[in-house]
Nanobody
Framework: VQLQASGGGLVQAGGSLRLSCAAS?????NAWFRQRPGKAWEFVAS????????EYADSVKGRFTISRDNDKNTVDLQMDNLKPEDTAVYYC???????????????????WGQGTLVTVSS
């Protein structure tokens, strides 16, 4: 499937942003990853098609919420209480072939969208 991410921008620490990922078709599961400046890729959150569970990285638990709307084929990431260390390019990912399990790594997913930049100022 093709994925289109949107919603990035500049926000002050403590603020909120909502990222959205639009998929061209049905997926088994979706996730958000991020790449901070000079750092390796990092799993952020995942959610299966059913939406009845979710997985989060420890660094974002309690601040980020992943959700999906299967009628619209969208997956959102609500980011609250943002911190400067959340500054990164965020990527949405999709699993379309069997064999998914909650969470990362990147190989767990088949399709990727372009990144959207989130900058959190202190």
């Amino acid at each position: 499937v093709q994925l289109q991410a949107s919603g990035g921008g500049l926000v002050q620490a403590g603020g909120s942003l909502r990222l959205s990922c639009a998929a061209s078709g049905r997926t088994i599961a979706n996730a958000w990853f991020r790449q901070r400046p000079g750092k390796a890729w990092e799993f952020v959150a995942s959610i299966p098609w059913s939406g009845n569970s979710s997985e989060y990285a420890d660094s974002v638990k309690g601040r980020f919420t992943i959700s999906r709307d299967n009628d619209k084929n969208t997956v959102d990431l609500q980011m609250d209480n943002l911190k400067p260390e959340d500054t990164a390019v965020y990527y949405c990912a999709a699993k379309t072939r069997p064999g998914w399990y909650p969470g990362g790594p990147r190989l767990n997913y088949d399709d990727w969208g372009q990144g959207t930049l989130v900058t959190v100022s202190s």
